[in-house]
């Protein structure tokens, strides 16, 4: 599977905007670019997936570079409840991408 | 409606002792995932079902770990002759199919003493 780097940490302040990136240098032609997250003591959560074109849904929105070699989640005003690890993955969308390997992540800690 | 659940929540036992993790997916699921996370780790992928079978059993670390499905549904990790290192969170997940959203359960925390 091809890798992600995330940083290990960010900070943000409540009802401001979040933008958690993610480096993927090696992605091929069929690889989706997933997020999770994780919070504390619970199972990761699906968050957005997207191939080329940006996408949005209720919980975040996801910017795709032209190039493909690097992605941003943003979160447009985050919340305490948003505080949490979230994960950056990339999935084949060919015969053998049922599992999802997951880096470390990145840690958002969201201040009141 | 319901989610992916995991029983127990938590799990003590001694070091050469026997456990078993039960699964419960999502009603229809049809695929199921196993994954192990140690702390301050992301989750690492142990086996997937599709169906009753396993498709795939590369990420189980050695032959005291194995999974069963039989009828489709519930799964059940069972660890034989238990280590300290055996020491995580196991997680499930299930997904409509292989290639679909997963969704995973709050894990199973378990501690070798």
């Known amino acids: 599977d091809a890798k992600t780097t995330q940083p290990n940490s960010m900070e943000s302040n409540e009802e401001e905007p979040v933008h958690l990136p993610c480096n993927h240098s090696?992605?091929?032609?069929?690889?989706?670019i997933h997020w999770y997250r994780q919070l504390p003591s619970q199972g990761p959560e699906y968050v957005i997936h997207?191939?080329?074109s940006n996408v949005n849904n209720r919980m975040a929105s996801l910017a795709i570079a032209e190039d493909r070699k690097s992605s941003t989640l943003i979160l447009h005003r985050a919340t305490l409840r948003d505080a949490a690890v979230y994960y950056c993955?990339?999935?084949?969308?060919?015969?053998?991408?049922?599992?999802?390997?997951f880096g470390k992540g990145t840690l958002l800690t969201v201040n009141p | 409606g319901a989610g992916v659940s995991q029983t127990p929540s938590n799990k003590v036992t001694e070091k050469g002792k026997y456990v078993e993790l039960r699964c419960d997916p999502i009603?229809?699921?049809?695929?199921l995932y196993w994954y192990r996370q140690s702390l301050g780790q992301g989750p690492e992928f142990l086996i997937y079902?599709?169906?009753?079978?396993?498709?795939?059993d590369s990420g189980l670390p050695n032959d005291r770990f194995f999974a069963v499905r039989p009828e489709g549904s519930v799964s059940t990790l069972k660890i034989q002759r238990t280590e300290r290192g055996d020491s995580a969170v196991y997680l499930c997940?299930?997904?409509?199919?292989?290639?679909?959203?997963?969704?995973f359960g709050p894990g199973t925390r378990l501690t070798v003493l």
């Open positions: 997940a299930s997904s409509l199919g292989g290639r679909d959203t997963q969704y």
């Open positions: 090696t992605i091929s032609g069929t690889d989706y």
């Open positions: 997207g191939l080329t």
């Open positions: 993955i990339l999935r084949d969308s060919g015969g053998s991408n049922y599992k999802l390997t």
């Open positions: 009603s229809g699921h049809t695929a």
């Open positions: 079902f599709q169906g009753t079978g396993a498709a795939d």
